[in-house]
């Protein structure tokens, strides 16, 4: 087993139409107004940005993220991750009756020098904190729809 790579899964139900929550989760550059893990989000170009990311524990991940696939007719947004995780993340979203299941499905390595160090000890904690990150998340956008 590579201790240093991960997969998550996570699945949102949400009540907002699918093409409400697909512009909202494309435009990354707005994720700090509703996810409180996501600290920052710089756009470099059109297609690419720098993003920082702190959960419970003490510690920023920082990741350049570069767009694969942005497709609004399937509703499906892929981004390429490199920095202190390398590795890919995507969101795919479809109708669940009048609302939105999205889900969220991330392959990375931890590339973070530290966090390779505590790679064996730290693995349950980094799950944990990843698991209450995705939490944040779909409370924030669930808020966040409501109010546009």
Known sequence: MD?????????????APPDQVYAVLARAEDYPL???????VVPRTPTAGTA????VLPYDIEVTARALRGDPAAR???VRLD????GWARWTLAADGPGTRVLYEQEVEVRARLLRLLAVPGRP?????????????????AAHLRRV
Do not use: I
């Open 3 to 15: 201790w240093c790579r991960y997969r998550f899964r996570s699945v949102w139900r949400l009540a």
């Open 52 to 55: 920082r990311f702190r959960s």
């Open 83 to 86: 920095g202190d995780l390398e």
């Open 76 to 78: 499906v947004l892929e």
């Open 125 to 141: 904690f980094f799950r944990a904190n990843h698991a209450l990150m995705m939490r944040g998340g779909r409370r924030g956008l």
């Open 34 to 40: 509703w996810w409180p893990q996501v600290r920052a």
